[in-house]
């Protein structure tokens, strides 16, 4: 089945700061990779996502890139922030009869310090 | 808020006995999603069900079991409780049958004693 690598586990940066996670995935036949942001005791919450038919996607600080030759994919998050501390997950699904199954990395925690 | 919602928010029960959480998707979503979320697992996905027929099964326990009603809501039954069983429950739902933007739920903390 599909096997998704995420580091780093923790990382910690200074406000201002890009912070950058990586993602790789065994699957190639895997087309979806969504990013979640969980916050300590809430549910994992959306934050964006990328389709194998596109290689980059930005939504405002945040960005997606996307390398299916080498099954990584990757999320930077530009001029950090407090409020960015969190858990961030990847994950990834390959449709077909997986359907809707997404398959999440461990988990990153990431500290913004003010 | 996603629009999911899940009941109850929290449950304590015993070793061996059984319970029930029940989520309802967004207005709208006909596939629903189970996942569990423990320390040492990580987030994993359990089960899907789309418009009342299951659709994807995961690392899901025999002595689990779920389903979808005719409005659409979904619970996920676990019975014979073991100690390793506590962990989060989410339930998230989307539109279509695949995993595009699934919206997750607050969750049940299941605690087994």
Known sequence: ?114 | DSGVTQTPKHLITATGQRVTLRCSPRSGDLSVYWYQQSLDQGLQFLIQYYNGEERAKGNILERFSAQQFPDLHSELNLSSLELGDSALYFCASSHGQGAYEQYFGPGTRLTVT
């Open chain 1, 1 to 114: 089945g599909e096997n998704v690598e995420q580091h780093p586990s923790t990382l910690s940066v200074q406000e201002g700061d890009s912070a950058v996670i990586k993602c790789t995935y065994s699957d190639s036949a895997s087309n979806y990779f969504p990013w979640y942001k969980q916050e300590l005791g809430k549910r994992p919450q959306l934050i964006i996502d990328i389709r194998s038919n596109v290689g980059e996607k930005k939504d405002q600080r945040i960005a997606v890139t996307l390398n299916k030759t080498a099954k990584h994919f990757s999320l930077h998050i530009t001029e950090t922030q407090p409020e960015d501390s969190a858990v961030y997950f990847c994950a990834a699904s390959k449709g077909g009869t997986s359907y809707g199954k997404l398959t999440f990395g461990q988990g990153t925690i990431l500290t913004v310090h003010p």
